[in-house]
């Protein structure tokens, strides 16, 4: 297949950059923190930004209710619970010790009230019964968890309860940790807001309400993180993954393995600041952004647009971005019929040199075929102008 380049001039005065030279931008050394294993990710491009141990093995505690919570809300979103149903409290849920949301054994509770006991102040009792209401069983439920831990890339978990009680071969890494905030926050926005609450307040029937704050210490401190949730078991240590949005960039920390509840947060806040300082995360092209028209032969149309199919994002050095180059290349021979989505070409964006993003170039819209006569007068034109050009 014969390309032709697009006028990268064009795309980069779409994009909004610059192509003078910048200084280089020095970013230093990321914090060595006092943690057993960390890492710190670009929640929308996923870029690790710094990692340590961040595969390594170990007992997740109370941050496996992150799985928890997913799994339900995705059961709410897709149709087969409500918020609004009531869930029957079971002699399971209510005898869990640890941190607790105090629901009493027989009764029934909202499902949203739980998912909020379960992500504010990480109640075992809240969430073993909501384990049990949709599928039947603990048990039944860490079979689901392990089956989704698959599915979104967590290949280094493996979970045998609901709630991060301490058991034999439970286990994950802040790496995986790390993809499963990322799902969480882009795929349940409206449940992820949750996480944000400071305090959550549950009355259990003919008694006076209970008021618990959200351990997560970053949410009064640092007013951009908004999440999301901590552990803590003895062989765990204190753990931590939070998230914070500044200036349109989201950034997501895990921390595992501190020494206490102010650790966490102090190592996770120092992450998140080196981060922010010195990365951000722009979109360089836009989906359905037209970058140019393109000649179409054998169509009962003489033009289509061109355009990717989804949003170019990237998360680079800060003022990297002023330094970017885009090129592209189309097929320099479209002929109808075409489809919307069909792939004519490739876009690249390079920074000093290296490619640091790549993007299919499509048809916006469908491009419907000609009759006879206009067929076979566009293939007589393409036949004489092979021959000479």
């Not at 048990?139 to 967590?154: H, R, S, T």
């Not at 351990?215 to 998230?243: F, I, Q, W």
């Amino acid at each position: 297949m014969n390309f032709r380049s697009i006028i990268a001039t064009t795309l980069l005065l779409v994009a909004g950059f610059q192509t003078a030279l910048a200084a280089p931008v020095i970013v230093p050394r990321a914090p060595d923190l006092n943690a057993s294993s960390w890492i710190l990710i670009d929640a929308t491009t996923g870029r690790v930004l710094t990692e340590n141990n961040a595969d390594q093995r170990l007992p997740p505690a109370s941050l496996t209710k992150m799985m928890t919570a997913y799994i339900v809300s995705k059961e709410v979103h897709e149709g087969r619970i409500s918020e609004n149903d009531l869930v029957p409290i079971s002699v399971n849920a209510w005898r869990m010790g640890g941190s607790k949301m105090f629901v009493r054994e027989g009764t029934s509770v909202q499902l949203l009230e739980l998912l909020k006991g379960l992500m504010i102040v990480s109640g075992n009792d809240a969430t073993v019964a909501l384990a049990e209401y949709v599928a039947g069983s603990e048990e039944a439920f860490a079979d689901v968890m392990n089956q989704q831990a698959l599915l979104i890339g967590m290949e280094n978990t493996n979970f045998k309860n609901s709630t991060g009680w301490p058991a034999e071969n439970h286990y994950t890494t802040a790496a995986d940790l790390s993809k499963l905030a990322q799902r969480l926050i882009h795929d349940h926005p409206e449940h992820y807001r949750i996480y944000s609450e400071r305090r959550f307040s549950y009355t259990p029937p003919g008694e006076s309400a209970i008021s618990q704050p959200n351990r997560n210490l970053l949410l009064g401190r640092d007013p951009s993180v908004d999440g999301m949730k901590t552990g803590h078991t003895e062989a765990a240590g204190y753990c931590l993954v939070s998230s914070a949005l500044r200036d349109g960039t989201r950034l997501i920390a895990v921390v595992m393995g501190t020494s206490s509840p102010n650790a966490r947060a102090t190592e996770s806040a120092n992450l998140l600041q080196w981060g922010f300082r010195y990365f951000e995360t722009q979109t360089v092209l836009a989906a359905g952004q037209t970058l140019e028209s393109a000649k179409v032969w054998k169509s009962t149309i003489d033009q289509v647009e061109l355009t990717i199919p989804d949003d170019m994002t990237l998360t680079l050095n800060r003022g990297s971005f002023d330094d970017l180059a885009i090129s592209a290349q189309v097929n320099d021979q479209l002929e109808a019929p075409l489809s919307a989505g069909d792939v004519v070409g490739f876009v690249e964006v390079q920074l000093n040199g290296e490619v640091v993003g790549h993007a299919n170039i499509v048809v916006a819209s469908d491009v419907p075929e000609a009759g006879f006569f206009k067929r076979l007068w566009d293939s007589i034109v393409l036949f004489f102008s092979g021959l000479f050009s």
